[in-house]
């Protein structure tokens, strides 16, 4: 069974820092790993996904990697912006169909 | 509209009242999904629909009956639910069944006295 976990479960950083989240998950045969954001108390934003045959992808100021080897995604935002304040949540496909969510990483940035 | 559309946002409900929820979704997808996310919990799936057809349950209990009429449409049908049924309800619909990017609503936000 799949299991996904992100750390850490908050995050605070000053504006125009860099971003780091982490996901790591259990089963490596996984067909892509998704990464979304949600706003409080609202649905879910797609905001990359990365094929199970890439290493990364790319959109702006984002940047995702996958490593199925070690069972381990990087969600990377440059120069973070108190608009990127937000939950961000990551999810395995293992099945083509079935998503297998983290906990989230809710991260805060302070002006 | 655009995207997928959750109708109504906020709803509250006796245990032994019976309601539905509404999704819609206006890109042309032929798969439809119900999750749920309850607070301190990951969001789980629910049930997934490919063509009006439902291809998975995931272990949900029968107080909730999904309903798919046509592609663009997916129901949940709520009875004699629990408090601890009580949670935000999102709707998602992808190309097909398989490795495509999932497009969530803004969700059903639930609560059960």
């Known amino acids: 069974k799949q299991e996904v976990t992100q750390i850490p479960a908050a995050l605070s950083v000053p504006e125009g820092e860099n971003l780091v989240l982490n996901c790591s998950f259990t089963?490596?045969?996984?067909?892509?790993l998704q990464w979304f954001r949600q706003d409080p108390g609202k649905g879910l934003t797609s905001l990359l996904l990365i094929q199970s045959s890439q290493r990364e992808q790319t959109s702006g100021r984002l940047n995702a990697s996958l490593d199925k080897s070690s069972g381990r995604s990087t969600l990377y935002i440059a120069a973070s912006q108190p608009g990127d304040s937000a939950t961000y949540l990551c999810a395995a496909d293992s099945a083509g169909n079935k998503l297998t969510f983290g906990g989230g990483t809710r991260v805060l940035v302070k002006p | 509209e655009t995207g997928v559309t959750q109708t109504p946002r906020h709803l509250v409900m006796g245990m032994t009242n019976k309601k539905s929820l509404k999704c819609e979704q206006h890109?042309?997808?032929?798969?439809m999904y119900w999750y749920k996310q309850s607070a301190k919990k990951p969001l789980e799936l629910m049930f997934v629909y490919s063509l009006e057809e439902r291809v998975e349950n995931n272990s949900v209990p029968s107080r909730f009956s999904p309903e798919c009429p046509n592609s663009s449409h997916l129901f949940l049908h709520l009875h004699t639910l629990q408090p601890e049924d009580s949670a935000l309800y999102l709707c998602?619909?992808?190309?097909?069944?398989?490795?495509?990017?999932?497009?969530f609503g803004p969700g059903t936000r639930l609560t059960v006295t």
């Open positions: 089963d490596s045969a996984i067909y892509n």
């Open positions: 998602a619909s992808s190309p097909g069944v398989g490795a495509y990017e999932q497009y």
């Open positions: 890109l042309g997808h032929n798969a």
